[in-house]
T-cell receptor
Framework: DAKTTQPPSMDCAEGRAANLPCNHSTISGNEYVYWYRQIHSQGPQYIIHGLKNNETNEMASLIITEDRKSSTLILPHATLRDTAVYYCIVRVRGTGGFKTIFGAGTRLFVKA | NAGVMQNPRHLVRRRGQEARLRCSPVKGHSHVYWYRQLPEEGLKFMVYLQKENIIDESGMPKERFSAEFPKEGPSILRIQQVVRGDSAAYFC??????????????FGEGSWLTVV
């Protein structure tokens, strides 16, 4: 089972920041938080990941709370092409190593 | 998607036939993962392989499905005697060898199987 909870859907106006929350209250100290997105009919696309510190790359920023029980993915200037399902993931230890388990994600609608 | 190649992209099979889906990981990646996505549903983990070894197959259906990742060549997901319920998108992902949870996996564009 996924170790994260996310709202099922969100709207955002084009050009505005999209802030997608995620709860991961059972995260362990050495487990990373990952974000992927899936645009319709495409493969999941890696966005960003982090452990404790906030992270930023060309796609997004990741803000992790100090207690690490929640995080927020920020798309600074959302465009229509950012409409997708966004997945927040904490990898699960399985047989022989970690595996990436997807929850239901947040369906982000960016509106003109 | 960082170079994971899947083929065929689209495959049509009649009920009872076999489907073989291939996945070439990113160069240098020795770990491969397969996922299935049924229409209008989420991604479900199927199997995790390293070269010549199945590491975790907890998500694989017990019958008709098998996966391999030989020493040479792509990973293969094989579905025998396909049924209509196997119609789905099958995604492959790969990662380099790394033991902790901070090991990013990269996905291919998927193979869409339609069973008629």
């Amino acid at each position: 089972d996924a170790k994260t909870t996310q709202p099922p859907s969100m709207d955002c106006a084009e050009g505005r920041a999209a802030n997608l929350p995620c709860n991961h209250s059972t995260i362990s100290g050495n487990e990373y938080v990952y974000w992927y997105r899936q645009i319709h009919s495409q493969g999941p696309q890696y966005i960003i990941h982090g452990l404790k510190n906030n992270e930023t790359n060309e796609m997004a920023s990741l803000i992790i709370t100090e207690d690490r029980k929640s995080s927020t993915l920020i798309l600074p200037h959302a465009t229509l092409r950012d409409t997708a399902v966004y997945y927040c993931i904490v990898r699960v230890r399985g047989t022989g190593g970690f595996k990436t388990i997807f929850g239901a994600g947040t369906r982000l609608f960016v509106k003109a | 998607n960082a170079g994971v190649m899947q083929n065929p992209r689209h495959l049509v099979r009649r009920r009872g036939q076999e489907a073989r889906l291939r996945c070439s990981p990113v160069k240098g990646h020795s770990h491969v993962y397969w996922y299935r996505q049924l229409p209008e549903e989420g991604l479900k983990f199927m199997v995790y392989l390293q070269k010549e070894n199945i590491i975790d197959e907890s998500g694989m259906p017990k019958e008709r499905f098998s996966a391999e990742f030989p020493k040479e060549g792509p990973s293969i997901l094989r579905i025998q005697q396909v049924v209509r319920g196997d119609s789905a998108a099958y995604f492959c992902a790969s990662s380099p060898p790394r033991g902790d949870s901070g090991n990013t996996i990269y996905f291919g564009e998927g193979s869409w199987l339609t069973v008629v």
